[in-house]
């Protein structure tokens, strides 16, 4: 059975702001990477432990997946058969730690 793919209100901020500054100098190249992004999310629904779970987290339910140079932190709720979307970072910044998601 396919999971409902959530986005966070931070990950929706987070993707504006990606798209807003990459436009700055491309906007073709944002387009693409935002369609990227919702594309590779979306494939969640049918796969969601596709990628690897996320550095540090305590429980295997916090994962990421890594789409161009960012990487789409999402929590696993198997219970209720959803896929949260939490955020959305490029991997060069500091990763964060499992509380401070």
Same mark, same amino acid.
Request: with cysteine; hydrophobic share 40%; charged share 25%.
């Given at each position: 059975?396919?999971?409902?793919v959530?986005?966070? %209100?931070?990950a929706?901020?987070?993707? +504006? =702001? $990606?798209? /807003?500054?990459? #436009?700055?100098t491309?906007? %073709?190249a944002?387009?693409?990477?935002? +369609? =990227? $992004?919702? /594309?590779r999310? #979306?494939?969640l629904?049918?796969h969601?432990?596709?990628?690897?779970?996320y550095?540090g987290?305590?429980?295997?339910?916090?994962?990421?997946?890594?789409v161009?140079?960012y990487?789409?932190?999402?929590?696993l709720?198997?219970e209720?058969?959803?896929?949260?979307i939490?955020?959305?970072?490029h991997?060069?910044?500091?990763?964060?730690?499992?509380?401070?998601i």
């Amino acid at each position: 059975m396919a999971y409902d793919v959530v986005w966070s %209100e931070l990950a929706v901020q987070r993707m +504006e =702001e $990606i798209c /807003e500054y990459i #436009a700055q100098t491309s906007p %073709e190249a944002a387009a693409h990477l935002v +369609e =990227e $992004i919702f /594309e590779r999310s #979306a494939c969640l629904a049918d796969h969601p432990q596709i990628d690897r779970p996320y550095p540090g987290a305590p429980e295997p339910n916090l994962r990421e997946l890594l789409v161009s140079k960012y990487r789409v932190i999402y929590e696993l709720r198997a219970e209720q058969q959803q896929v949260w979307i939490l955020t959305v970072r490029h991997q060069r910044r500091q990763p964060l730690y499992p509380e401070n998601i």
